[in-house]
């Protein structure tokens, strides 16, 4: 499902203007990182996605549908939104009728309820805290309630913002798992992150925002070389990239495994 952001500008109430002019098209089954400085606009923007906030100018499409014209429990069933806090999403005694709450409000049929919110608990790893209160969890593992939970409405776009945040390595690892599986299911994911090195190790494309616009958008590698414009928005490129570039390397680097090869290439020249 396409997602279609034209000339997108968003103000608060309060009067701040918080996207300006942003144009982006999503394909079907990307899988996008959007960084950048605090304030920068990540979460308004994400939050147009499921209907959260409308545009104040232009327009925003979920494959054929207009935001404006649908609500947010209507896009709820084809944009699957993770909260920046859990606790703003998690209601419930335990994990699992929480991560049953989404497919059950769709309207799916008991069965296939019950065959999603397996898969979610596998997925995350929650098997053994299904009958857990999400309140009793580590705030780790409630961030991998919220998740779950998102996970099982089963929609073609998932948006999460910032799930690396607060997280351990053992987390982060998970994370980049459940990323990779939706990428294999065909899924769109969209993912609001701080920690450069996730951004740069699981996301082909990178989206920079700075000051509400976007600064830059293509391939990671693209992006992630640019260090004075990432700069403007306070992004230190990935340190593997920071040595390739210092090394002089051809290519722009952003895995230790690129890094290797590119180097290897160089030696050999
Ligand atoms: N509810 C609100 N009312 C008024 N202004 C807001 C509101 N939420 C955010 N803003 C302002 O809009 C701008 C963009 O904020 P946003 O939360 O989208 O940034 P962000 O890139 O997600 O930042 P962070 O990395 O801190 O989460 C900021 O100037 C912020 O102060
Ligand atoms: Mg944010």
Redesign the pocket.
């Known amino acids: 499902m396409n997602i279609q952001i034209e000339n997108l500008s968003f103000r608060y109430p309060n009067g701040v203007l918080a996207l300006r002019r942003v144009s982006l098209e999503i394909a079907p089954g990307e899988q996008v990182a959007v960084i950048g400085q ?1 304030g920068a606009g ?3 923007l994400v939050k147009h996605l499921n209907g959260l906030l409308l545009p104040t100018e232009g327009r925003v499409r979920i494959g054929d549908w207009d935001t404006r014209h649908y609500s947010v429990a209507k896009l709820a069933r084809r944009v699957g939104y993770v909260f ?1 806090n859990p606790d703003e999403q998690l209601f419930t005694k335990t994990v699992a009728e929480e991560i049953a709450f989404g497919p059950r409000n769709l309207g799916y049929p008991g069965e296939r309820i019950q065959e999603l919110v397996e898969d979610a608990l596998q997925l995350t790893q929650l098997q053994a805290m299904r009958n857990t209160n999400p309140y009793d969890l580590s705030p780790t593992w409630r961030k991998m309630v919220a998740i779950a939970s998102i996970l099982a409405m089963d929609t073609p776009i998932l948006v999460f ?2 799930p690396t945040t607060g997280q351990d390595a053992a987390s982060v690892t998970r994370l980049a798992m459940i990323i990779a599986e939706l990428k294999r299911r065909g899924k769109t994911v969209i993912t ?1 992150t701080h920690d450069i090195d996730f951004c740069a190790e699981n996301f082909a494309r990178v989206i920079v925002m700075g000051g509400g616009q976007v600064l830059l958008d293509g391939p990671a590698r693209t992006v992630l070389g640019k260090a004075e414009i990432l700069a403007q928005t306070y992004v230190d490129p990935p340190q593997i990239t920071r040595l390739g570039l210092r090394l002089g390397l051809a290519e722009v680097v952003c895995t230790p495994q690129e890094f290797l090869d590119a180097f290897e290439k160089q030696c050999a020249a």
């Open positions: 605090n990540k979460t308004t920046q913002d910032e609001i």
